[in-house]
């Protein structure tokens, strides 16, 4: 009989195909921030919203299952690596049915460029989109914010920033 110490470590296994961006790259905005979330990363807020939920991680299996071919369908040409974005979610109703909104922004600091921006600004916190919704005016298609309609399993709107 063997004891715990001579059982192999677990091996996290590989994220499913569908998953362009891991939960330890993602953050929930809950319902009270939601509004929030919206009025800072959107140029025009989606119309028909009628509520707002909070989506908890289980909410996120299958939802980007589809995503690069709907971008793609929409017109978006360039796509930089999965690896360096991260993305924001908050739960959106339309007329009671619970959706996801998806905001996605690539962060690709390198460790030297994440101790130059902390040496020149003290308050620095690599952390922040976690907190706070992450916005910025130019990045193109790197950029954009996509609704999930989860009953339909089928995405139902998407707004890139514009071409810099």
């Not at 299996?61 to 974005?85: M, P």
Request: a negative charge.
């Amino acid at each position: 009989m063997s004891s715990e110490k001579d059982s192999p470590t677990p091996v996290p296994a590989s994220p499913p195909a569908t998953v362009l961006v891991p939960t330890d790259r993602t953050v929930i905005f809950p319902k009270e921030k939601a509004a929030g979330l919206l009025q800072a990363v959107c140029f025009f807020k989606p119309q028909g919203i009628t509520g707002y939920w909070t989506p908890a991680t289980k909410d996120l299996e299958g939802a980007e299952a589809g995503l690069e071919e709907f971008l793609k369908s929409n017109g978006r040409l360039r796509h930089d690596s999965w690896t360096n974005y991260r993305r924001q979610v908050t739960g959106v109703e339309f007329d009671g049915a619970k959706l996801l909104f998806l905001s996605y922004f690539s962060m690709d600091l390198t460790p030297d460029e994440k101790a130059q921006v902390a040496a020149k600004d003290p308050h620095y916190d690599p952390d922040h989109w976690k907190k706070d919704p992450f916005w910025i005016n130019d990045g193109g298609e790197a950029y954009f914010r996509v609704i999930y309609d989860l009953p339909q399993k089928k995405f139902i709107w998407y707004e890139r920033n514009s071409d810099p």
